[in-house]
């Protein structure tokens, strides 16, 4: 499918500015804006899901002001080193010494999605420091938005190197009521950029050659399918599978098929002699094992730094080769790189995986009572399900009947927690439903 550019009229919701750890992550009082209403702060953060479009929309919005005759640029972050001259994608060098030497205003777009040359934090401290040192002259007249994804912004250390090298106005009186005069009026205000609305959705849908945009929006409701198809990384694929197959199925359908044309690499040039779809899918349902088994969400690239907080792949796909392990971190089913690891695009595209880890490791000799172990265990005397694998849990009674009755008899609610419950028999859902109903009637009766 061929890329098109699709502007739409984003919204950004404004997050918590308190100076503390992730609370950024929180939302803050008042109402969505657009980029009309954010576009003459000073300073803006905009944490963006991978896949959302904060790219895109970042360098639509630099060319926008560009093309009304004001100073706009857009700069990916990794690109800011002693080469700064060349780092201009919207906007050149020329025209930011002629901003630096006027008395104008200028719009900076700093984009952090591509991260895959920031190695270490160091990075991108210094890429900031060197932006800062660049544009010192001309600080109050730079209106600045910096993009990131959740899982690359490291909130206080962050924030703290944005507010020292890119200042605005006089720093804030170093008294007792210091805290309060922050929180109300940050320097640096952040936002999240919300995800796409029905009515986006389907305009979306539309320049992307979807001819019946109705029957499609209808089939992704059907299909509890809406959470994906708010960002536009992922609705792209969900147009894809659209096309290719006139219909979209159940929940479960629509993933397996999203991870069967995920799976191939993103970049033809990658692509070893090879490639095998089977091999890396394989692949991919260890490392979605391993990351759901162990907690740890990072997997590092197999020529970068480890460390005990990150997935080697190499100590887990023995036999591959360094070159196959990268093309599979590199396929669609991975987000960017980031200080030389990765993580799942989707927690329910991991999810399903896993399950897929587990089914297959159940089936081999002996393996079952220590994989039932990994969902079951007894506490006070009772079997209850292991809290950490139970999202795995609502799909693998998909796959394995033994399973499945264990786990709806211990919480038939699980089947409605995650999965997809369109797959169970027509017996079993009725009497899951028949067994919820019981037990609230039994609750408000207690």
Not at 307 to 327: H, K, Q
Not at 341 to 350: A, N
Request: aromatic share 8%; hydrophobic share 40%; net charge negative.
């Amino acid at each position: 499918m061929t890329d098109k550019s699709v502007e739409l009229i984003r919204r950004f919701s404004p997050m918590s500015s308190h100076l503390k750890e992730w609370d950024y992550l929180m939302p803050a009082p008042g109402r969505s804006k657009r980029w009309n209403e954010i576009a003459d702060e000073f300073r803006v953060l905009i944490i963006a899901d991978p896949g959302a479009g904060k790219t895109f929309e970042a360098q639509t919005r630099a060319r926008r002001i560009k093309e009304r005759g004001d100073y706009a640029f857009f700069i990916r972050i990794e690109k800011i080193d002693a080469t700064f001259d060349q780092s201009f994608e919207v906007g050149t060098a020329a025209e930011f010494n002629d901003w630096l030497a006027s008395t104008k205003e200028a719009w900076f777009f700093l984009d952090s999605v591509d991260e895959a040359q920031l190695e270490t934090p160091r990075a991108l401290e210094n890429a900031v420091r060197i932006f800062g040192a660049k544009i010192y002259a001309g600080l109050d007249r730079a209106r600045i938005f910096i993009t990131s994804r959740e899982d690359a912004w490291r909130a206080l250390p962050d924030q703290t190197l944005v507010e020292q090298n890119l200042p605005y106005g006089e720093p804030a009186p170093d008294e007792e009521d210091d805290r309060t005069v922050r929180d109300t009026d940050p320097t640096l205000k952040m936002y999240r950029l919300a995800g796409l609305s029905e009515d986006e959705i389907s305009l979306f849908a539309g320049h992307y050659g979807v001819s019946d945009v109705n029957d499609f929006v209808d089939a992704v409701k059907r299909a509890n399918l809406l959470a994906l198809a708010e960002r536009p990384f992922d609705l792209i694929g969900l147009i894809e599978v659209w096309v290719a197959d006139h219909r979209l199925g159940s929940r479960f359908e629509v993933l397996q098929r999203m991870i069967a044309l995920q799976i191939k690499p993103r970049s033809a040039g990658i692509i070893p002699p090879r490639h095998n779809a089977a091999k890396m899918r394989d692949g991919a349902c260890l490392l979605a094992g391993a990351v759901t088994m162990t907690g740890k969400t990072v997997i590092g690239l197999p020529t970068g730094p480890h460390s005990a907080d990150r997935i080697d792949p190499r100590t887990l796909l023995t036999g591959w080769s360094d070159v196959e392990i990268d093309t599979l971190l590199r396929t669609g089913l991975f987000d960017d790189i980031v200080y030389n690891g990765v993580r799942f695009r989707h927690r329910e595209i991991r999810e399903l995986l896993s399950a897929e880890w587990a089914n297959a490791l159940m089936n081999q000799p002996g393996a079952r009572v220590r994989v039932e172990n990994l969902f079951f265990r007894e506490s006070y005397g009772e079997e209850v399900i292991v809290p950490r694998t139970r999202p795995i849990l609502a799909w693998l009674i998909l796959f394995d009947e033994a399973m499945r009755d264990k786990a709806l008899t211990l919480a038939p609610e699980i089947a409605s927690e995650g999965g997809d419950p369109s797959r169970l028999p027509l017996t079993v859902r009725q009497a899951m439903l028949r067994d919820i109903v019981d037990r609230i009637a039994n609750e408000r009766g207690g």
